[in-house]
């Protein structure tokens, strides 16, 4: 690959920036491309595109480009990873006119085409939240054989798997508002705190991953932990 510097777009003449769009959207696979997409492939910022006609869209349409990205290859699965990650950054359930582009990939007015409404959007998403793969792998028992110091061999039977799923994830972190359970930090008021979600009981020691075996931990007080059961 050549060296070369990036090529600033800023005071480029129309048909330049249009034809990035179009390079842009095709680096992709797609018809079209939304801002925040822009920003990661295009060579100028898209604030700058929308300000040179007017509005994203239309660019977009000026570039013969689509709308938006076609609403039936959007699963719902997409759709509520989507209101997650915006639960995630704003700490709190999203409002409807927070769903929109650079925070959220799809605009409010995707989930009222969809589910009807917005707060229909989100009352979806409690149960998909709420149905994650925890319950498939308690139906599935896993077995695991230990030897003990007189070398019997237990079997022990355990109702869950030691993963905890993304949606499981959610939940805790939700349930626990975002904090340490230990210390009370919190990403949304401290910058660079990272919250990680552990057992209480270790796994390994019989705890399940159950909600209620689960909680909330900055990275700081997760560390000391290791595998003792501290009480
Ligand atoms: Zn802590």
Known sequence: ???????????????????????????????????????????????????RFGSWPKALKQAGLQQSRSKIGISDDELFENIKSLWINLGRQPRYVEVKVPNSIFSAGTYENRFGSWSKALGRFVEWVNSDS???SKVSIEEQSTVDATSQISVEKRRTRREISDRQRFRILVRDGFRCKSCGASPLIQLGVELHVDHILPWSKGGETTDDNLESKCKQCNLGKGNAFNV
């Open 1 to 51: 690959m050549k060296f070369e510097l990036e090529e600033s777009l800023r005071g480029a003449p129309d048909e330049k920036l249009l034809e990035d769009l179009r390079r842009s959207a095709k680096t992709l696979g797609r018809e079209t491309i939304t801002m925040a997409e822009y920003d990661e492939v295009g060579k100028a910022h898209s604030s700058t595109i929308q300000r």
């Open 134 to 136: 925890s319950e498939q």
